[in-house]
């Protein structure tokens, strides 16, 4: 069922933006994930999308933001309690992370970005 509700938000979300017009897109680089602290291995994407109009004050927007890349971890977690454990050791992993995002304004400022929102995350 999870599965399901995050392909049918996706699908919802490319079809939006299918439609879009350029200045409704806004694509953009979030970070760089490191190996080592010093060997680039990933990076982070945002897409937001701001067609949406759903005739409120405030802009609606539609936002998504995957990365991934392969990273270093230092520290590790007790199986039982969940809490982290110091230690020397350190090692590697593959990660991927995305996040999605129903962002609705209920007030605008002076400039026309929103003063007030409230959000959906997943």
Known sequence: MRRMAVAIALSLAAIAMASAQDSDVKVGLDG???????????????????GLDLDLVGQTKLFLKAGGGYQDWTNLRDLITGDPVYTDATYNSPNFQWELAFIQGLARRMDGDNLVEIFLFY
């Open 32 to 50: 760089v994930r490191w190996l080592y602290s010093y060997i680039p291995t990933g990076v982070d994407v945002t897409v937001t999308y701001t």
